[in-house]
């Protein structure tokens, strides 16, 4: 073998044991860290303030605790809701991981992902008789009772949609419980893309390649996740272990894929930030430093990026522009201060490209 190939084999070796070396050593946690409510009780800080290190069975005891004696609280009045729905979407993301005396275990990035390709693998296997024919199926009711006599259809919350540019029929969406729909009739029908695949939580982005509806990439749970036949089969993409909050393909070149990731959360934030792909997916450059929650190509001008990112740990996203690329960004003023989150959107209408969108919470 010439000695040139030889190296660049050992090479690659070396970057696939340092990838995984890499994953081993990051915390997979499943909780995204939020302000604590106004209004909360004293001791829901110590969840706002280390939510995997207080004991579980502590808190959900604090909890019922303070539910029995405050009936705002137990109705979810106006003022109460958000507290409410603080602490179950805590309980949620950590049950799982709870041991024998209430202490929270969480396992590493590497054995979350071989978890997750183990559940997999199973789901891609074979129906048996029991998994075949005689799968539960769901045979009604099929709208929610209301007490008004107002019924209402099943439901999910979606997360994300993406339109296939070159046909608007086809529209995929994602969804809060990890199940990605696909629909070819502009929403008239829907069904699941693979609806056994498990993506690892809620699917936080989506973006169907403008060039191809068949090639899709989804952020799922804690990764980047890819499909190229519809949504039918999803294969991770090694190297993205944060939650992946926005993904864009240029639509002059497809291999051009840019992410953002971070979640805010304090943990795994030496992997947060800007991420740029040449080679569609295959493999991405790490090119901005930063908890990044959105970002937008100006239409025509795939070169030119908006993005909306913070230093890790601060409290404020601050609006940033790129004009090659993604390589490089620099910060641009907004009109209003102390963005604590948003979201981008930008337009291809006639004489619209030179726009730009932000949605955000500010402080007056």
Known sequence: MPLKTVCMSLLAAFAAVGEVKAQSDITFDPYTREPLPVGAPAWMKEISDNPSGVNYLRMDSLFNDWLAADIDARVKTLKKKPIVNFYRRWMKAYRPYVGEKGYIYLPTMQEHIEKLERQNRRSSMPATRAGGENRWRNIGPFTTEHYENKGKDNQACVYRLT???????????????GVIFKTTDKGLHWEPCNALHNFGGSIFALQVDPNNPDVVYAGGGQNLWKSTDGGKNWTMVPGIVNRVNSIRISPKDSKNVTLTTGDSRGKNTQISGFYVS??????????????????????????????????????????????????NFRKIEMPVKDISAGRLAVSDAPKGENYVYALVNSDP
């Open 278 to 327: 040449n080679n569609g997916g295959q493999s991405f450059r790490h090119t901005f430093d930063a908890v990044c929650q959105d970002h937008e190509l100006q239409p025509g001008n795939p070169q030119r990026i908006y993005m909306l990112a913070k230093l890790q740990h601060d409290l404020i996203f601050d609006f940033h522009l790129s004009e090659d690329g993604g390589l």
């Open 163 to 177: 339109v296939y540019p070159k046909n608007t029929s086809i529209v995929y969406c994602g969804t809060e419980t």
